[in-house]
């Protein structure tokens, strides 16, 4: 898909009504993304849920709560960083996406990498990190190690909906969101970790 918008805002408009992948049937609101366009910090999360799919806004409710106590331990709060999920839609009952879902979706989501321009994209959970790093091995073994890829800093991390009732994920996550401010400093440095 070949797609010419060369701002947030066009790459919103181009996405439009969207009916690309059987979830623009189901969902009641799309979720774009949201935050700073010129974020130093990218959040990649899996897909909208059901508080998400009814405002429209990704990371509301639980998940969202804990996703800003996270970013208040690497020193940040919502307005730094630009968020946006691999599907814009929510799958019905917060599924697993499919395959068609991601491969259509995915174009949008690397559309808004490109335009925010980001030097460290954190990705939330299995489905993110394994896109973006391209992999089939899962959250816990590459959790907190950073990769380059494509000369952006890519650091997985637990998803924030599966450390509301683990304490020991959560303890981690927080380690993990504290490491972000010494991260970003080498990479202003050019040392990418
Ligand atoms: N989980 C996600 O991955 N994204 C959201 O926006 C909300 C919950």
């Avoid at 130093?40 to 998400?52: D, F, H, Q, W, Y």
């Avoid at 331990?73 to 499919?98: F, Q, S, T």
């Avoid at 973006?132 to 959250?139: A, H, N, Q």
């Amino acid at each position: 898909m070949a797609l010419s918008a060369d701002t947030l805002a066009g790459l919103r408009d181009e996405l439009g009504d969207c009916h690309r992948c059987p979830l623009g049937d189901t969902r009641t609101t799309l979720v774009f993304g949201h935050g700073n366009p010129h974020a130093r910090v990218m959040l990649v999360g899996e897909a909208p849920g059901r508080n998400e799919d009814l405002t429209g806004q990704p990371f509301v409710g639980a998940a969202g709560k804990l996703l800003d106590e996270l970013l208040g331990h690497g020193g940040l709060v919502r307005e730094d960083v630009y968020i946006a999920n691999i599907l814009k839609c929510r799958p019905p009952g917060n599924r697993d996406p499919k395959r068609v879902e991601v491969e259509t979706c995915t174009p949008f989501l690397m559309a808004q990498i490109h335009l925010v321009d980001p030097e460290l994209v954190v990705t939330l959970g299995n489905f993110a990190t394994r896109l973006m790093l391209d992999t089939r091995e899962g959250i816990t073994a590459l959790r907190g190690q950073i990769t380059l890829v494509q000369g952006r800093s890519v650091y997985p991390v637990f998803h924030p909906a599966a450390s509301i009732y683990d304490r020991a994920k959560r303890e981690t996550l927080i380690s993990d969101f504290a490491r972000v401010p010494e991260i970003l400093d080498s990479l202003k440095g050019g040392d990418a970790g």
